[in-house]
């Protein structure tokens, strides 16, 4: 699924190292870490009705990435909330809002991937922009030859810029004219899709793949608290091939796009032959978190 320009983005304003700047002004230094070696953290979040929803949870992912990395003067949540709230009211979204936010590890003196030629703290960018999720229906997937990372070579539980090898993956999926890509992880399970995390049911119990290999997404997180708050039996467990392939229900999770099912995997075509359903009894649930909760816009 491509994503379609937005003509209502042409004069947003962004917030760059402590700065709100019309778009075409906000610009970071070709020294910084992010240009230098992809050396940077960052969350998408979505604004529901007035309210920023999992904040809490997205600025935790946040500062233990940052934290990993080693990164120093790291701003506070108090700080980075303010910076988003500013930013939001400088543009005027409530509602139907995808945020963009990077933490660099900051700019250098010199081109270098070296942590001690930084001159500056990190440099914190926020890029708000009208964006509704938009379904196009039931999205297609092919297996990509690129595995995901596993904790041996880049722990997956940092949410870093280095995102080489999830693109790799997409353009599998471009190249097989499908919609993203599936990605296992180095033992040949299900680890997730290029941008998303993955779901499957099967005779009414819901499996995903340990966050071994994959994000800890926080959409994910949500799916398995709500499968408990309703009662559907929901298992983590090495997914093979041919188990989603056979599933009854195949879908993917993540801020940008919610959730989304999935029709065919490798032109397998996903067949409900169970007549038992899962994924419209959360998603309902899904809805009303994000209608409900949140964190308040102070404007
Ligand atoms: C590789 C990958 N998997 C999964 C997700 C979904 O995570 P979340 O639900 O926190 O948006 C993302 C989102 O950034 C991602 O980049």
């Known amino acids: 699924m491509l994503q379609k320009y937005n003509p209502k983005n042409k004069d947003i304003y962004i917030y760059v190292g402590g700065e709100i700047l019309h778009r075409d002004q906000a610009k970071i230094s070709v020294f910084d870490s992010s240009v230098q070696g992809g050396d940077a953290v960052w969350e998408g979040l979505r604004v529901y009705d007035g309210k920023i929803f999992s904040l809490d949870r997205h600025l935790q992912r946040l500062q233990e990435s940052a934290k990993a990395l080693a990164f120093i003067d790291v701003p506070s949540n108090e700080e980075i909330k303010q910076a988003l709230f500013q930013t939001l009211e400088k543009n005027n979204m409530r509602d139907g809002v995808h945020i963009r936010m990077t933490l660099t590890r900051g700019e250098k003196y010199t081109s270098s991937m070296d942590p001690r030629v930084n001159t500056k703290g990190p440099c914190l960018i926020i890029i708000p922009e009208w964006k509704p999720p938009v379904f196009d229906g039931a999205i297609k997937l092919v297996t ?26 997409k353009l599998s999926a471009i190249q097989a004219g499908v919609d993203a890509a599936l990605m296992l992880d180095d033992k040949g399970y299900v680890s997730e899709v290029n941008a998303t995390n993955i779901f499957m049911s099967k005779n009414g119990i819901l499996y995903t793949s340990h966050a071994d290999s994959c994000l800890p997404g926080i959409t994910r997180g949500l799916v398995l608290e709500i499968a408990e708050q309703v009662g559907i039996t929901a298992k983590e467990k090495n997914i093979s091939l041919t188990e989603i392939y056979n599933a009854d229900e195949v879908f993917v999770t993540g801020t940008m796009g919610e959730l989304t099912n999935v029709s065919e995997i490798d032109q397998r075509i996903i067949t409900n032959d169970s007549g038992k359903t899962v994924k419209d009894k959360i998603e309902t649930v899904f809805y009303e978190l994000v209608k409900t909760k949140g964190e308040p816009l102070p404007f």
């Open 144 to 169: 990509s030859h690129i595995r995901r990372n596993s904790p041996q070579f880049l722990d997956s539980k940092i949410h870093h810029n280095n995102l080489l090898n999830n693109i790799l993956a």
